[in-house]
């Protein structure tokens, strides 16, 4: 089966999937019915009804039916989904409990469970628990062994300001001008999710180009953030209505252009350079010093490649450790060489070294 960069599937999630090429898409995100198991309507204080999720599809007849219905979804994502890529799921506490054992016994292995904070989460109107503020989306890639999963590490510090990224994020529950609208006004699917949220779980684990499958399509926010990101979609939905008002949604959607696509790259995807390379090609030389920031240190640049502080010899990373005491030390940006404007990190250095390479 066929499909271009913009594919909507009308059918049954389980059928369209078995239906497409196995190891075709590079990332999943699955939002599928929670299973909320409500009991009744639920009431403001003033007695008006709380629009809540009573469909039909958020409605199985036991346990063991949502369990049947979840495993057979998780299967048929797992097959269309390459050895390299990766799965988000995301759930409530009536549902993403039972999906994480699914998820483990179907031989995906989760990377992070994410932790979504709602800046204006619906009160409990009862007052008999915790207002539900959260959600929980599951990360994964297809197997234990698959070590080559995207994440865009450096890109979402970066977004960050330049502070490592945590596993909780906060972002409003999508409301107002985002709030997709029916005919009568009223909002046109339940759990519409905000695209501020999507927009980081694509901007962390994919790459520009790259296919995503949501088997939920729902009303395309998945969609809307792939094609402004330059990536490819794939989107499943049973409902006539839902997949409308995603067409019309996703046509007004612009892409950002491929030139403005391009972000923080990650130190881990370039090109190894060793300190032999510099000593190599001539930007440092044997009996130069290295010194550490602070100056209370200073080593001299061995041939090959090594540097020595009196009688300690070894590689940046392991003498720079040894003089501060530490397990540890990252010798690229420890130690550092004179230039006429002052100390320079010998990383300038590595990344000539780089930008020098064919593939760099």
Known sequence: MAFGPETIIQGDCIEAMNALPEKSVDLIFADPPYNLQLGGDLLRPDNSKVDAVDDHWDQFESFAAY???????????????KDDGAIWVIGSYHNIFRVGVAVQDLGFWILN??????????????????ANAHETLIWASKSQNAK??????????????????????????????????GADGTKAHPTQKPEALLYRVILSTTKPGDVILDPFFGVGTTGAAAKRLGRKFIGIEREAEYI???????????????????????????????????????LLHPGDTLYCAKGAHAAKVRPDGSIAVGDLTG?????????QSAPACNGWTYWHFKTDAGLA??????????AAMPHA
Not at 67 to 81: G, I, N, P, S
Not at 150 to 168: G, H, I
Request: aromatic share 8%; hydrophobic share 40%.
């Open 67 to 81: 369990d049947k219905f979840t495993r057979e979804w998780l299967k048929a994502a797992r097959r269309v989904l």
């Open 345 to 354: 990190p010998i990383d300038v250095l590595r990344a000539q070294v780089r």
């Open 113 to 130: 469970d994410v932790i979504w904070r709602k800046t204006n989460p619906m009160p409990n109107f009862k007052g008999t628990r915790f």
């Open 315 to 323: 590689s940046i990373h392991k003498i720079g450790a040894m003089v």
């Open 244 to 282: 409308e008002h995603a067409r019309t949604r996703i046509a007004q959607v612009t892409p950002i252009a491929p030139q403005d696509l391009e972000m923080t790259g990650s130190k881990r995807a370039e090109p190894r350079v060793p300190f032999g390379a510099i000593v190599e090609n001539g």
């Open 148 to 181: 080559r999963y995207t994440f865009n590490y450096d890109a979402l510090k970066m977004a960050n300001d330049e502070v490592q990224m945590r596993s909780d994020w906060t972002i409003p529950l999508c409301t107002g001008e985002e709030r997709i609208k």
